[in-house]
Every structure is written in structure tokens, then in C-alpha cells.
């Protein structure tokens, strides 16, 4: 039994760290939860990506269980973006792909592990286990960022809007209302944008920042129905208007 590999260390906190299991097939999901909630593990469930995006939005989690071939969005693209927006948290892919080429994608696309159907629970509960102490350990996920009935998830590149509706954003994305959030109703100067973009402002084209912004609200009022505040201070910056 799993029991007679565990150390104290093994079981301390696990009951702090959400695991999140992605699966669409319920006969599995609920088996997967109930196999991980007897170890002594905190369980969210979810069948779809959509799902999942919305309880990130409030609730956290450290350690992401994915199915491959959900219907929508594949465990693949959740686990991309996943690693995008927080280098700590925990990736398991659990999938029946089982050839060579297909294991290498998983772990290139950012998972710790990648286990093939039918999935040992011992071996799955003993990585887990791993994982918690590394995720326990980590940095402490970010304050969401508010201004105006707008909330910026950094962390897991999430803008949730004054009228609910929520997008998902790329990094660079992410980065700029980040930066225009910490000042929201100031004018945040080009230079400190392109600081938070991780570039020299002298060397930046001030037209890819351009296109990034437009590109952005043009995609906001198109999913969402609602105006994103940003507004170009001309020879100064952008302000983000509460």
C-alpha cells in the first residue's frame, strides 16, 4: 500500500492545497475525487475548461489534475496557460495518449507528470504528494487587483468586468493592466509600462504597445459588452479611469 512509502513530511498540510481535477468522463471524475479526498486532499472537480476558468477566478488552486481530450478547450492549451501565469503550481496530465511523441508534448507544454490510463492511484497520490511540498513552499499567490468594479487575476491571467463576464488575457497583456492598475486613475508613464513589460522604453516600439492596447479593448466590448477604461494620455502614457 501507498501508506508504507510516506513519511510525516508526506502528509503534513496536504489538506491546504486544492487539487483541481479537469475530467470529463464523471464516472472517472468522481472516482479520481474520491481517491484523492481518502488521501487526505482538498478536491475541486470540473468537466470543462469554462469551469474551471471561473473557479480560478475567486478560489486558487495549486495543483491542476488534467484530462487531454476534454470537449472545447484541451488540457493541453489549460495547461499552457496555466504555466504562463504561475511557474509553481503543480501540472499532472492524466489521458489515454500513451505514445512517446504525445508524452513529450504533455511535458513540453509545462506538466510535472504525465500518467496514462488506467492511472495506478498510488503513483498518483505519491506525485502529489511531492507536489504539495513544493507548492506549499512557493510564493503565495497575488492579491487580485480592483478598480471600478474590474478585477485582474494576475496570477492566472483572468479580467473580470463590472457586468461578469470574464477573459482570458495573454502575458504580455497581463503585464500592462497590471501596471495600469496599481495606478488606476494616475497616468502610468510609457516608461513604466515598458518596465512592466520587461523591456527599455528607448528601445521599445511605442506601436506594438498600440496594437496590444487596441487589439484589447477591441476584444473586451466585443466578449464582454463592456468599455475597457484605458485611455492614451498623449506624450505621457495611459491612465486606467476609475
Not at 489538506?15 to 471524475?29: G, N, Q, R, S, Y
Not at 478598480?147 to 483572468?158: I, V
Not at 468586468?161 to 482570458?168: C, K, Q, S, V
Request: hydrophobic residues 45%; proline residues 4%; contains cysteine.
Amino acid at each position: 500500500m501507498l501508506e508504507a512509502h510516506r513519511s510525516s513530511s508526506d502528509t503534513a498540510d496536504d489538506k491546504t492545497v486544492t487539487v483541481a481535477i479537469v475530467e470529463d468522463e464523471p464516472v472517472l471524475l468522481s472516482e479520481l475525487a474520491f481517491q484523492l479526498e481518502r488521501h487526505g486532499f482538498a478536491v475541486a472537480t470540473f468537466q470543462t475548461a469554462a469551469e474551471f476558468y471561473r473557479h480560478l477566478a475567486v478560489r486558487p488552486v495549486r495543483i491542476a489534475v488534467l484530462d487531454i481530450g476534454l470537449d472545447g478547450e484541451d488540457g493541453l492549451s489549460i495547461c499552457r496557460h496555466l504555466r504562463a501565469h504561475d511557474p509553481h503550481i503543480g501540472i499532472v496530465f492524466t489521458t489515454a495518449r500513451s505514445l512517446r511523441d504525445e508524452r513529450l508534448l504533455g511535458l513540453e507544454a509545462g506538466a510535472d507528470a504525465y500518467l496514462v490510463k488506467p492511472v495506478d492511484p498510488d503513483e498518483l497520490v505519491l506525485i502529489l504528494h511531492r507536489l504539495a511540498q513544493r507548492t506549499v513552499a512557493a510564493p503565495a499567490v497575488s492579491e487580485p487587483l480592483l478598480s471600478g468594479g474590474w478585477r485582474l487575476d494576475s496570477d492566472f491571467g483572468l479580467l473580470s468586468t463590472p457586468n461578469g463576464h470574464r477573459l482570458r488575457l495573454s502575458f504580455n497583456e497581463v503585464r500592462i493592466l497590471r501596471a495600469l492598475l496599481r495606478n488606476a486613475g494616475r497616468v502610468c508613464s510609457y516608461v513604466a509600462v515598458a518596465e512592466a513589460l520587461g523591456v527599455i522604453w528607448e528601445d521599445y516600439d511605442k506601436h506594438r504597445l498600440e496594437v496590444i492596447l487596441s487589439r484589447l479593448r477591441a476584444r473586451v466590448e466585443r466578449d464582454t459588452g463592456d468599455r475597457l477604461p484605458v485611455v492614451a494620455v498623449r506624450g505621457f502614457g495611459y491612465r486606467f479611469d476609475t
